[in-house]
């Protein structure tokens, strides 16, 4: 059962535009929601994460918006550069009762900032 | 670069084999975990260790299983492999155990199954 929904599969935007990539989660257990950046070849990348303690958070061109009574989270990319072109994953996790923390990932967003 | 190495970085052999993959953590870092990373399942968890511990574990398969040895570098065997099992596999280490503390990710291993 997929806990984490993400949406859109591939987002295209015009250089200087708005990104913005959406995530739903089921389990009210998760406390932490990160949102990832990969490239090809490489190994996933943290970007930006929040707690659901706060609605918003930013840090300089990102954004992450939540909605706790919704269950949802999104990534806002202000003045896109082609540089942002990346697969974006958002993830949710909780601190498990032995300590563990079990990161849920989405299943990505393949965006294309063109010029 | 994250800090956490990963070895070999492609890898390929046949069904039935069994392959094992190997992880460094950054410095510093005592909780170490694998994911997979295929086009139709997408990055799932498997497994997390914590100073040598178990602490998490998610859809891993009975033919894998892992370990963090005591210098914290952490090796994850899959056996009886199947054309299925194709996929990147990652390592990502952190500080600490619980969800909150960032998990920085190696480059992976491509495993080609054939």
């Known amino acids: 059962q997929q806990q984490v929904k993400q949406s859109p599969q591939s987002l295209i935007v015009q250089k200087g535009g708005i990104s913005i990539i959406n995530c739903a989660y089921e389990n009210t257990a998760f406390d932490y929601f990160p949102w990832y950046q990969q490239f090809p070849g490489k190994g996933p990348a943290l970007l930006i994460a929040i707690r659901p303690d706060v609605s918003e958070k930013k840090e300089g061109r990102f954004t992450i918006s939540f909605n706790k009574s919704a269950k949802q989270f999104s990534l806002h990319i202000m003045d896109s550069q082609p540089g942002d072109s990346a697969t974006y994953f958002c993830?949710?996790?909780?601190?498990?009762?032995?300590?563990?923390?079990?990161?849920?990932f989405g299943t990505g967003t393949q965006l294309k900032v063109e010029l | 670069d994250s800090g956490v190495t990963q070895t070999p970085k492609h890898l390929i052999t046949a069904t039935g084999q069994r392959v094992t993959l190997r992880c460094s953590p950054r410095s510093g870092d005592l909780s170490v975990y694998w994911y997979q990373q295929s086009l139709d399942q997408g990055l799932q968890f498997l497994i997390q260790?914590?100073?040598?511990?178990?602490?998490a574990k998610g859809n891993i398969l009975e033919r894998f299983s892992a370990q963090q040895f005591p210098d914290l570098h952490s090796e994850l065997n899959l056996s009886s492999l199947e054309l299925g099992d194709s996929a990147l596999y990652f390592c990502a280490s952190s500080v600490a155990q619980g969800a909150g503390n960032e998990q920085f990710f190696g480059p992976g291993t491509r495993l080609t199954v054939l």
């Open positions: 260790y914590y100073n040598g511990e178990e602490r």
């Open positions: 993830a949710a996790g909780h601190t498990g009762g032995g300590g563990g923390n079990k990161l849920t």
